[in-house]
């Protein structure tokens, strides 16, 4: 994947999200405070805004990543800016400045945006968070790597266990975040971070895919 490639993906994750930013709310509104949909709508939003426009240095699929990170970071509310500001920041950083990404490298950023999640937030798996999303994502992108797969199939394979992760966070009960204060009434719902977290992966697939 090339910057141009990376573009397009905040491109069409922005877009996603924007298509099911009612569903992400009233996933929110279940189980949170019901803005999770507008909060990263706002973001997502912002960061391609910013990539468009080239308002700051987008030359390489690194920086494209790292730009994303600042934009959730100051644009989107709630938990969920910093927390995926700090995924797309540590991706970006793992990524470096080389300008053309192959599977293995988009591996070892997938894990750091995992990693730098969990270290920002303390959560586990299991804990009802994006992290139920993410983290299957991750196991199922490098097995697929492991494989002999390319980037397409690998990416293909994460968008798939993320959302298999998603409908694996109905049965749980949320330990963290605002979801946390209601206790055993978030039985029985999908968590909104991890649905967003499902159309971000499915939208670097669709790019991936070509
Ligand atoms: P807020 O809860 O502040 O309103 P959002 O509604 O935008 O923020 O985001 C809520 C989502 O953030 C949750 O569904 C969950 O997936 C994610 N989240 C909350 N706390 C954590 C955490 N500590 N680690 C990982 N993800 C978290
Ligand atoms: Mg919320
Ligand atoms: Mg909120």
Partial sequence: MDTSAFQ????????????????????????????????????FQAADDMIEKSESDTETPGAVLRTVGRALISKTGGASGPIYGTGFRQAGKALGDVTEVDAVLLGSALEAAFNGIQQLGAAQLGDKTLLDALGPA???????????????????????????????TIPMLARKGRASYLGERTIGHEDPGAASTALIMRALAMVAAG
């Fill in 138 to 168: 991750v196991v199922a992108y490098q097995a697929a790597v492991g494989e002999g797969g390319d980037l397409a199939a690998a990416t293909r394979a994460a968008a798939d266990a993320a959302e298999r992760g998603l409908a694996e």
């Fill in 8 to 43: 397009a993906w905040v491109h069409e994750a922005s877009l996603l999200i924007t298509e099911h930013a009612t569903r992400l709310t009233e996933l929110d509104s279940a189980i949170g405070d019901g803005d999770h949909g507008i909060n990263l709508r706002r973001g």
